[in-house]
Nanobody, 115 residues
Framework: QVQLVESGGGLVQPGGSLRLSCAAS????????MGWYRQAPGKQRELVAS???????NTVDTVKGRFTISRDNAKNTVYLQMNSLKPEDTALYYC?????????WGQGTQVTVSS
């Protein structure tokens, strides 16, 4: 079983940066493909970025060039560096495996981009 705890969200002005962290329990973390997801008010949850156990990454077009996913298998942690934030990036951000497992959703961390 894997438990995931997200942190690092907050209120930031447009153009600002945040770094999200996702700490995972469980010895299988290092073999899992992980993803960051987000859900904006009134919208469905969507994948933002993913990273394989070997470090191959993929980001969706809406954040490409602005967001970077990374992981530290020794620390059982996956990160999301978010730069050049826009108001439309405002959402609750979650990490999960990719594809996601319904039983692994955590509380998420809120990111609000506003002046």
């Amino acid at each position: 079983q894997v438990q995931l705890v997200e942190s690092g969200g907050g209120l930031v002005q447009p153009g600002g940066s945040l770094r999200l962290s996702c700490a995972a329990s469980g010895s299988i973390f290092s073999i899992l493909t992980m993803g960051w997801y987000r859900q904006a008010p009134g919208k469905q949850r969507e994948l933002v970025a993913s990273i394989t156990r070997g470090g191959t990454t993929n980001t969706v077009d809406t954040v490409k060039g602005r967001f970077t996913i990374s992981r530290d298998n020794a620390k059982n942690t996956v990160y999301l560096q978010m730069n050049s934030l826009k108001p439309e990036d405002t959402a609750l951000y979650y990490c999960n495996t990719f594809p996601y497992s319904p039983s692994y959703w955590g509380q998420g961390t809120q990111v609000t981009v506003s002046s």
